[in-house]
């Protein structure tokens, strides 16, 4: 099983809102990742998290605001967005950590959920 | 820099026939991977297929298999029996073994009934 599920699918939200978008995995997954796309783009990273600690911000303006509460769950709170920000966000897991060497070869492929698609008026 | 070209942004192939997207990427590493996503009009992200950079032999997966040079730097993905459900925008990623995936800029693929 491979399924990363985020929710909602869709989000309209007015720049004075404050939401949440939800992703989870239940493979055992160690590092969890939030991708920002736009249309005929290709995803830009924006937050990863390995074994629960942020371990990347890729310089993401403070208005977006990732959690992440335990092992399976992903958080991204969301406030003061602006009408740039809409994309589709999505979500994806690895098997081990980001950034540990170990002596097996660990495990890159990232399986992806299927985004949230966010407007912002 | 790292870097991952497609230099193909669309293709159309006929249904049953078969397409070759190409992929190069730039590297100094010697330890990598190479994947090709599949992204629909659906939007999820799907993994085609993944390469080691460390294995010779060239991945497959069902119509789906890749031509891998590693000293040319060269990621292909060969579609044979092209069906209507292989639609979608197809990006090559390079990741190396300790750091960020980058995708490339995609190829929209079109298959014609």
């Known amino acids: 099983d491979t399924e990363v599920t985020q929710t909602p699918k869709h989000l309209v939200m007015g720049m004075t809102n404050k939401k949440s978008l939800k992703c989870e995995q239940h493979m055992g997954h160690r590092a969890m990742y939030w991708y920002k796309q736009k249309a005929k783009k290709p995803p830009e990273l924006m937050f990863v998290y390995s074994y629960e600690k942020l371990s990347i911000n890729e310089s993401v303006p403070s208005r977006f605001s990732p959690e992440c509460p335990n092992s399976s769950l992903l958080n991204l709170h969301l406030h003061a967005l602006q009408p740039e920000d809409s994309a589709l966000y999505l979500c994806a897991s690895s098997q081990d950590g980001f950034g540990v060497v170990t002596a097996r070869r660990y495990q890159e492929t990232q399986y992806f959920g299927p985004g949230t698609r966010l407007l912002v008026l | ?113």
Not at chain 2, 47 to 60: C, G, H, S, W
Request: charged share 20%; glycine share 2%.
């Open chain 2, 1 to 113: 820099a790292q870097t991952v070209t497609q230099s193909q942004p669309e293709m159309s192939v006929q249904e049953a026939e078969t397409v070759t997207l190409s992929c190069t990427y730039d590297t100094s590493e010697s330890d990598y991977y190479l994947f090709w996503y599949k992204q629909p009009p659906s939007r999820q992200m799907i993994l085609v297929i993944r390469q080691e950079a460390y294995k010779q032999q060239n991945a497959t997966e069902n119509r789906f298999s890749v031509n891998f040079q590693k000293a040319a730097k060269s990621f292909s993905l060969k579609i044979s029996d092209s069906q209507l459900g292989d639609a979608a925008m197809y990006f090559c990623a390079y990741r190396p073994r300790d750091d960020k995936i980058i995708f490339g800029k995609g190829t929209r693929l079109h298959i014609l009934p």
